[in-house]
């Protein structure tokens, strides 16, 4: 079982552990996620402000998090058959005032797990931001969506 809690430790080790260093499908989900620009984008503007961060976690959880859920995508293009259809609902984040573009992240993700992206909603309403990035940061709604990922043939 994965989850994506603040942890002492990468997940990357006990990943391996579990799914034995030669897997190819765990090696190209961390590939997928090392080569994610706007995931690393985020986490390199996040800790030239670490020092201000009320939660000095926050980049393990966005790493953890990101990396759990490339796993869980390759793990989906595995399973899924071809035609089938994936349908997720997540909202964008955002940390420090850095909003962090998951719908985009997980569609990439999704692509690149022999998915193509059919489909993201963003809901009519968004979603805004904690009181304490409101107070420093200012309101600011982000987006709420619904992914709809169509398996390719193999």
């Known amino acids: 079982m994965l989850s994506a809690t603040v942890e002492n430790r990468s997940k990357r080790e006990w990943l391996k552990e579990t799914y034995g260093d030669d897997s190819e499908?765990?090696?190209?989900?961390?590939?997928?996620?090392?080569?994610?620009g706007a995931i690393h984008e985020a986490l390199n503007i996040l800790?030239?402000?670490?020092?201000?961060?009320?939660?000095?976690?926050?980049?393990?959880?966005?790493?953890?998090?990101?990396?759990?859920?490339?796993?869980?995508?390759?793990?989906?293009?595995r399973v899924v058959r071809p035609g089938g259809v994936v349908i997720m609902v997540n909202d964008n984040v955002q940390y420090h005032g850095e909003e962090i573009p998951v719908d985009m992240v997980l569609s990439d993700f999704a692509e690149r797990s022999g998915?193509?992206?059919?489909?993201?909603?963003?809901?009519?309403?968004?979603k805004g931001n904690s009181s304490q990035q409101m107070r420093r940061f200012g309101r600011r709604?982000?987006?709420?969506?619904?992914?709809?990922?169509?398996?390719?043939?193999?």
Do not use: S
């Open 115 to 126: 998915f193509r992206c059919e489909k993201i909603w963003t809901l009519p309403r968004g």
């Open 141 to 154: 709604e982000i987006r709420k969506c619904v992914y709809q990922w169509v398996r390719l043939n193999d």
């Open 25 to 36: 499908l765990l090696n190209d989900a961390f590939l997928m996620y090392d080569e994610q």
């Open 47 to 77: 800790r030239e402000h670490i020092d201000e961060m009320g939660n000095r976690h926050v980049i393990r959880l966005i790493e953890g998090y990101f990396l759990e859920m490339a796993v869980i995508v390759a793990e989906l293009g």
